[in-house]
């Protein structure tokens, strides 16, 4: 598990979203997701790691929570520019995008 890590995204000159030892304060991984646009909403499950994007070209995205390795993404296909929320209910993924609620499977 990667308990002993605390997760940010785009607070540097890296941009991306990173992991650092809260004991330390070193970088353990940076993520820059490419082009795909993404917000500071963050849940952890397990060995996972998901973070909400703050536009409709984005939506939700899977990455390894203890390398940031890119697992995969989610999009309604919805073409508004609301943003993404996501919150953890169970082994569930709550996520709320324009005015539609689903619930993906934390894995």
Not at 23 to 46: C, I, N, S, Y
Not at 72 to 79: E, L, V
Not at 84 to 105: M, Q
Request: proline share 3%; with cysteine.
């Amino acid at each position: 598990m990667a308990s002993d890590l605390c997760f940010l995204s785009g607070l540097d000159f890296d941009g991306g979203v990173w992991a650092a030892d809260p004991r330390t304060g070193h970088k353990r991984w940076m993520e820059d997701l490419g082009d795909r646009p993404f917000g500071d909403q963050m849940v952890r499950a397990g060995d996972s790691l998901y973070i909400a994007s703050v536009f409709d070209r984005g939506g939700i995205y899977a990455l390894d929570a203890k390398t940031g390795t890119y697992r995969w993404d989610y999009n309604d296909g919805a073409s508004d520019d609301g943003e993404w929320e996501i919150s953890r209910a169970g082994s569930r993924l709550l996520v709320a995008h324009s005015d539609e609620l689903y619930a993906l499977p934390a894995v």
